[in-house]
Structures are given as structure tokens and as C-alpha cells.
């Protein structure tokens, strides 16, 4: 499993930048009262550094609360074919949420629905200091399937997203293709669209190796600028 996914981690991405990634979803894996995990997680390709952290709390009977924290960077030269010239290009953005819920135990697992609210940052560096600084918001819905055992974790989500971007700093010089790109978030926002992720993972008390992925599932990602697909590998430690 590990070997599998670093093959994805080192050729999935590219050259290219992004205006929104979705980070890992978050799926506690808790069935009483008092329970509390951390996690963090590291994907991305040659040229991508992605990290997150994430932190929950069972403080009453069947209630969660959780914080999320992303944050991606981007550094790679793109050179042109007609000057010869090559352009530094680099992407660095954040994003920062809070969320709470409520799960029930089964026999099979445990069932859980999560509400939460963020904001974030996504800045592009399109060479030469033309630089789009876009603020964004998101809200979303999780529905969650969790299942452990001894030695074995499972968990799924379902993340329903409403993403806005409210404001920003955006430099005209930009190439006129990536200018339309912006303009499309601008124009047609808020967007809402689902986002398909998990985790599996090895447990070894109290550490659990994981291997994440989040899919983002619009067919208009290329023309908004959005990431299709996160991939990490990471490490939780239940308390």
C-alpha cells in the first residue's frame, strides 16, 4: 500500500497551478465520549508540497469538534518557446476551518455528519512578480463512515462543498488564458460541487499510518483552475 501510493505521490501533479485544492478529509474515528485524535498528512508531485493537520474532540456523548489546516507551494520554471526566457512560477496557499458534528456507533462502524466553515488564501506567482492573490471561503457538509479494529483503519467521506472567492489582488499583465480562468471564478461563484476522499491505514497503538486521497468531482476543474486530486501519506495519533 505505502509503495503504491509514494508511486502516485512522486507522478501524480505537475507543472501547473492552481487556484483551489481540496485538502484531506477528516474522519475521527470515535465511538464514546472523550475521545481525541491528531493527524497530519504530506502529498504532492516533484514540483508540489502539500501538508495537513488536523485536530478533533469527542467533549459530550455522540458530538465532535474538529480543526482543519492546509497549506500547498508550487515552484517550477516555465519556459517560452519563442524568447527562450524562463519564468518562475510559484503557488502558495493556505486554508483554515473549524467544524462539528455529531456520530453514532454501529456494529459495522460508526456513522457521522459534520458541518464546518473555513478560509484561506491561494496566491500565484505567474512570473515576472504577476501575481493573482485570491481570498476564499468554503463551507461544507460531511457525511462519514469510519470502521476500526485492532490493527486496521477505514474511513470514508463525502464532503458537499460550497466554495466562494469573495475578493482578491489580481495583476492584468497575466497571460490573457489564465486571466480568463480568474474571471471565471469571479463571474460564476459560488461554486458547489462534491468532494470523494478517504483514508486507509495500518494502526499500531497509538499511531496509525495512513494513506490519503481526496478526488474533487466537477467535470469544469481544468476551467476553473482546480485541482482535480489530492494524494498524502501521513501519520495519526489517537489519545
Known amino acids: 500500500m505505502i509503495l503504491f501510493f509514494g508511486f502516485l505521490l512522486l507522478f501524480s501533479g505537475g507543472c501547473v497551478q492552481y487556484h483551489y485544492t ?3 478529509v477528516h474522519t475521527p474515528y470515535f465511538d464514546k465520549k472523550g475521545d481525541a485524535m491528531v ?16 485536530a478533533s474532540f469527542s467533549p459530550i456523548k455522540h458530538g465532535t469538534v474538529m480543526l482543519n489546516y492546509f497549506q500547498t507551494r508550487t515552484n517550477f520554471n516555465d519556459a517560452d ?3 527562450g526566457t524562463n519564468y518562475l512560477k510559484r503557488t502558495r496557499g493556505y486554508l ?20 464546518g466553515y473555513g478560509q484561506g488564501r491561494m496566491r500565484n506567482d505567474f512570473g515576472l512578480e504577476r501575481i493573482a492573490d485570491l481570498r476564499l471561503q468554503r463551507l461544507f ?3 462519514t463512515f469510519t470502521f476500526k479494529s485492532e490493527w486496521f483503519r477505514l474511513g470514508m467521506a463525502l464532503r458537499v462543498v460550497r466554495l466562494n472567492f469573495p475578493s482578491g489582488d489580481i495583476d492584468y499583465r497575466i497571460e490573457p488564458e ?3 480562468v480568474i474571471q471565471r471564478l469571479e463571474n460564476n461563484g459560488p461554486f458547489w460541487f ?7 491505514g495500518i494502526h499500531i497503538k497509538p499511531i496509525t499510518i495512513t494513506a490519503n486521497l481526496i478526488l474533487v468531482g466537477t467535470k469544469k476543474a481544468a476551467e476553473y483552475g ?3 486530486m489530492n494524494i498524502g501519506l501521513g501519520l495519526t495519533y489517537e489519545l
Open 22 to 24: 481540496a485538502n484531506q
Open 39 to 54: 493527524s497530519a498528512s504530506i502529498g504532492g508531485s516533484p514540483v508540489t508540497l502539500r501538508g495537513d493537520f488536523h
Open 81 to 83: 518557446f519563442f524568447t
Open 96 to 115: 483554515f476551518e473549524g467544524a462539528a458534528g455529531g456520530y453514532m456507533p454501529f456494529a459495522f462502524g460508526t456513522g457521522a455528519l459534520y458541518v
Open 141 to 143: 457538509v460531511q457525511p
Open 178 to 180: 489564465d486571466l480568463q
Open 194 to 200: 462534491p468532494e470523494m476522499g478517504g483514508n486507509i
Open 226 to 228: 482546480i485541482d482535480p
